[in-house]
Every structure is written in structure tokens, then in C-alpha cells.
């Protein structure tokens, strides 16, 4: 926390803000970054490639774990694509919350989680910049 005195506030709520069309938009911009990288992490990327990568062969304790991380994933994702992908991509977010709903047995689990980071991949695709 940091803490400021009366004087320097007074200074800097006296300066003049910019609140013209383009400033906004590169405001709401980084905003949108900024909301998208919370949400977006490293980790996510890493299981993606554990599942679609090309030497990915998960065992099937590790596809238990990544289906359970990308469940995480999709509730996080239903929160911010709204506000970062336009217009909203309704099939793209049905097919990955009905997926993400499905918990089939062993022998279907590994192409289930292969389904699942598709989905959630193809979002990713359609957030563009603001996904990287």
C-alpha cells in the first residue's frame, strides 16, 4: 500500500485527463489485456501442449488432473470472453460448457480432455491478442 499526502493528491486530481475516443479505446484495450492475462495463464498453455502437443501422451492420473484444471478454465473463460470477444461466440461457449459438464469413465477420458483443450483452444483463438 502506498500512502500519499494531501499535497501531492491535491497535484495530481488537478491534472487535466484526456477523455477523448482514442484514449479510451487504448484504455479499454488494456483493460481487456489485462482481464484476458489474469485468467490466461502459463499453466493453461503448458496443458494445452501436455494434450494437443505433439509428443503428448498424458498418463491417465495426469489426464485426471488437466480435465479438472481446463473444468477451472472454462468457468474462468464463461466470466471474461463477454467482455473480450465480439460478437460473443455463443456455439464456441455451448460446446465448451457441455464439455466441460461431461466426466466420462476411464476408457473415454483421454479423448475427452483432447476435446476439451480443442475447445477451449478454438476461444483462445477467437480472443486473438488479447489470449497471448
Given at each position: 500500500m502506498v500512502?500519499?499526502?494531501?499535497?501531492?493528491?491535491?497535484?495530481?486530481?488537478?491534472?487535466?485527463?484526456?477523455?477523448?475516443?482514442?484514449?479510451?479505446?487504448?484504455?479499454?484495450?488494456?483493460?481487456?489485456?489485462?482481464?484476458?492475462?489474469?485468467?490466461?495463464?502459463?499453466?493453461?498453455?503448458?496443458?494445452?501442449?501436455?494434450?494437443?502437443?505433439?509428443?503428448?501422451?498424458?498418463?491417465?492420473h495426469?489426464?485426471?488432473?488437466?480435465?479438472?484444471?481446463?473444468?477451472?478454465?472454462?468457468?474462468?473463460?464463461?466470466?471474461i470472453?463477454?467482455?473480450?470477444?465480439?460478437?460473443?461466440?455463443?456455439d464456441?461457449?455451448?460446446?465448451?460448457?457441455y464439455?466441460?459438464?461431461?466426466?466420462?469413465?476411464?476408457?473415454?477420458?483421454?479423448?475427452?480432455?483432447?476435446?476439451?483443450?480443442?475447445?477451449?483452444?478454438?476461444?483462445?483463438?477467437?480472443m486473438?491478442?488479447?489470449?497471448?
Amino acid at each position: 500500500m502506498v500512502a500519499v499526502t494531501v499535497d501531492v493528491a491535491a497535484q495530481l486530481l488537478s491534472r487535466r485527463a484526456s477523455n477523448d475516443r482514442e484514449t479510451v479505446g487504448m484504455f479499454l484495450a488494456g483493460l481487456r489485456r489485462s482481464l484476458a492475462h489474469e485468467a490466461i495463464t502459463d499453466e493453461l498453455y503448458d496443458d494445452l501442449e501436455a494434450v494437443l502437443g505433439e509428443h503428448a501422451h498424458p498418463a491417465p492420473h495426469e489426464t485426471a488432473v488437466v480435465a479438472g484444471r481446463f473444468r477451472k478454465a472454462t468457468t474462468t473463460l464463461v466470466e471474461i470472453v463477454p467482455n473480450l470477444v465480439q460478437p460473443y461466440p455463443v456455439d464456441e461457449m455451448r460446446h465448451l460448457i457441455y464439455l466441460s459438464a461431461e466426466h466420462p469413465g476411464p476408457e473415454g477420458a483421454h479423448g475427452h480432455v483432447r476435446r476439451l483443450a480443442l475447445a477451449i483452444l478454438a476461444l483462445l483463438d477467437l480472443m486473438g491478442d488479447d489470449a497471448e
